[in-house]
């Protein structure tokens, strides 16, 4: 199991930008694929992006696909969510999440990830 705890939300206007931090520890963090997530209060999960083990893939959901950018540090056990050009339907919790050992491919299915972190929450105004 790992922990995550996510950091870097706040309250941004349209058009600006936040970097999310997602610091893990508890086992490797190199050994599996890691996610963001995000969910605004009524709605389902969505998926917006995810990396390999290696954090040589990355995949992204349709909606913020060329505005955000997804990365990792392995030897600094984090991982990142670089938002640019940010909309107010991008206010949401945003959750960083990692699979299991030895999974390494990133997926857009939440099911596909074990561990969670609470949560941080952005908000863009217009």
């Known amino acids: 199991q790992v922990q995550l705890v996510e950091s870097g939300g706040g309250l941004v206007q349209a058009g600006g930008s936040l970097r999310l931090s997602c610091a893990a520890s508890?086992?490797?963090?190199?050994?599996?694929?890691m996610g963001w997530f995000r969910q605004v209060p009524g709605k389902e999960r969505e998926f917006v992006a995810a990396?390999?083990?290696?954090?040589?893939?990355?995949t992204y959901g349709s909606s913020v696909k060329g505005r955000f950018t997804i990365s990792r540090d392995n030897a600094k056990n984090t991982m990142y969510l670089q938002m640019n050009n940010l909309k107010p339907e991008d206010t949401a919790v945003y959750h960083c999440?990692?699979?299991?050992?030895?999974?390494?491919?990133?997926?857009?299915?939440?099911?596909?990830?074990?561990?969670w972190g609470q949560g941080t929450q952005v908000t863009v105004s217009s």
């Open positions: 508890g086992r490797t963090f190199s050994s599996s694929a």
């Open positions: 999440a990692a699979r299991r050992v030895f999974r390494n491919l990133p997926t857009i299915e939440s099911d596909d990830y074990n561990d």
């Open positions: 990396v390999s083990a290696s954090g040589g893939t990355t």
